[in-house]
């Protein structure tokens, strides 16, 4: 639909009957063209010789192209603001923890590392600590899953007008007395269609951030996990070296029993200090201490290359050399003071995985949404200004509409988008019931490591030192062998690698289930006091 307002050419007056004009500012409106001598003629002539009685001096030539270039700027202008005006907006920053994360991309790189660690770690001072933030500051995949979250954030804002189209026509020959023409179009999708897209690019920028901090959330949980397994292998590590020093000076000794002990070859061999059953315990001590020797030096090999790859695997984690590593050292015990239920709620709560599911169905209600208004059509409107040679100059508007025909393409794409709807919702379903059963899964392991913890801390290790020492004593009066006090010290030695290993089960523990919560667990974590662990030495 085209509007027009202009006005009719005049008529003609003082020329020759019957002569048609064939220049719109032809010199002499009786048959003959212009010639340069014309165009250039004095300001006079060209008045007297006009059909309106006067003529458009070349000077102002230059005013009608601004009055063009007057007339583009205003229409460009007016859909400019239109198209501003009903521009969705940028993500909005709530009060939340959450979305406080959402101001760490207008902070400098410390803050925002501060703002994506709160919670997690609480002492600065300790080696974990130092390595989380490290890990932060960095490591690769967390730049790129911030990354992906920074340019989820941009789509939104690109859910604007399409682009006004601006079409500027020359006619070298006029045409409908037309010189010069330019068009402006805008295409307008109908009221509520964008704005149901940008809330569905908004609510998947969500489910990027929500990834983003479950990269985070799973970084903390790695650190952790290797940094206790490091602690662990060193631990063993000094555990193997004293009992290898220890089985040595045994070795020793009982081959030197064994020397003392042998007979001459001239003594009877009924002498009873001889008898052939003193003679085999003393062979058999001799060789158990050497074949322990042996194995726990094969123990030490295995550990230090447990211990070297483990260093490996956190500085893989962190992101930086070794030689920037902070020393791990031993933490104080740590114990859960929360059952299943109140951690199940908190799961259910806080876990990133939960949430970025329940952003994801969102947005695919959004588009959903979106999609049904796919059967109304789209309005497109239109200014045109023309220059006219011998008339005042024309300015039309029009609007057009455009027309779903195929209507089992829209109903196809809004049954699409609610069959998706459908997946989001069942994926959401899913994200909880895998949750909660990892959730179990965790929590169980953490209450056997707590277990063991009990069982070799308080009853296990405590009696095998126990009987090491007596045996010892009984050996040193006589009354027992070299190679049961070799047994009681090897099962010393197990149980306080087994300690050490449930120890670190249980910090891993820990971690895992800060990891599936999505939470710190400080306020339910009872931290062991100097001297709570005495007799682990």
């Known amino acids: 639909m085209r509007f027009f307002v202009g006005a009719p050419p005049p008529k003609p007056t003082g020329f020759a009957r019957g002569s048609n004009p064939t220049a719109w500012n032809g010199a002499a409106w009786n048959g003959t063209t212009l010639s340069d001598t014309t165009l250039h003629d004095t300001a006079a002539n060209r008045t007297a010789a006009s059909p309106r009685g006067t003529r458009v001096d070349p000077r102002t030539k230059s005013v009608g192209l601004g009055r063009i270039a007057l007339h583009l700027v205003i229409v460009s202008a007016a859909f400019l603001i239109t198209a501003c005006g009903t521009s969705p907006p940028v ?215 447990n211990l070297q790859n483990a260093e490996a695997e956190l500085r893989r984690l962190v992101g930086v050399p070794a030689e920037a590593l902070p020393e791990p050292q031993p933490l104080a015990d740590v114990t859960l003071q929360a059952e299943l239920a109140e951690l199940t709620q908190r799961l259910l709560v806080h876990r990133q995985e939960l949430q970025r599911a329940a952003a994801q169905t969102k947005a695919a209600g959004r588009r959903t949404a979106a999609a049904q208004l796919l059967a109304v059509p789209d309005i497109t409107l239109g200014a045109e200004y023309a220059v006219q040679h011998d008339q005042r100059d024309a300015v039309g508007i029009s609007v057009g509409l455009s027309l779903p025909w195929w209507g089992s393409r829209v109903r196809a794409a809004a049954e699409e988008a609610a069959q998706l709807e459908d997946v989001a919702r069942a994926a959401e379903q899913q994200a909880a019931y895998d949750a909660q059963a990892e959730l179990v899964r965790a929590f169980t392991q953490y209450q056997r490591a707590q277990r063991l913890v009990n069982l070799y801390r308080n009853v296990l290790l405590p009696e095998a030192r126990a009987a090491a020492h007596k045996i010892e004593s009984l050996e040193r009066e006589g009354e027992t062998t070299l190679g049961e006090v070799l047994e009681a010290q090897m099962v010393s030695h197990n149980f306080e690698l087994a300690l050490a290993r449930a120890r670190t089960e249980r910090f891993q523990a820990v971690a895992r289930l800060e990891q599936l919560i999505g939470q710190p667990l400080a306020d339910v974590l009872n931290v062991a006091e100097e001297g709570d662990e005495e007799g682990d030495e």
């Open 91 to 305: 993500i909005a920053v709530g009060d939340g923890p959450r979305d406080r994360a959402l101001h760490a991309s207008a902070l400098p790189a410390d803050d925002a590392r501060e703002l994506r660690t709160d919670g997690f770690t609480t002492d600065a001072e300790n080696p974990l600590a130092a390595l989380i933030e490290l890990g932060l500051e960095h490591s690769p995949k967390l730049r790129g899953a911030r990354a992906q979250w920074e340019a989820a954030r941009q789509r939104p804002v690109q859910i604007a007008l399409p682009p006004l189209r601006v079409e500027y026509t020359y006619f070298p020959e006029p045409m409908m007395n037309t010189r010069h023409r330019v068009m402006a179009m805008q295409t307008v999708p109908w009221p509520g269609r964008r704005a149901r897209e940008a809330d569905a690019l908004r609510h998947e920028a969500d489910a990027e951030q929500l990834a983003y901090e479950a990269a985070v959330r799973d970084l903390i949980a790695q650190i952790t996990v290797q940094y206790h397994e490091v602690v662990y292998l060193q631990r063993a590590v000094e555990i193997a070296e004293a009992n290898y020093e220890l089985n040595a000076r045994l070795a020793e000794l009982a081959e030197a029993w064994q020397a003392r002990e042998d007979p001459p070859a001239e003594e009877d061999d009924d002498d009873e200090r001889f008898a052939p059953p003193r003679r085999s315990v003393a062979v058999l001590d001799a060789l158990k201490a050497r074949s322990q020797q042996a194995q726990l030096a094969y123990d030490q090999i295995t550990l230090a290359e």
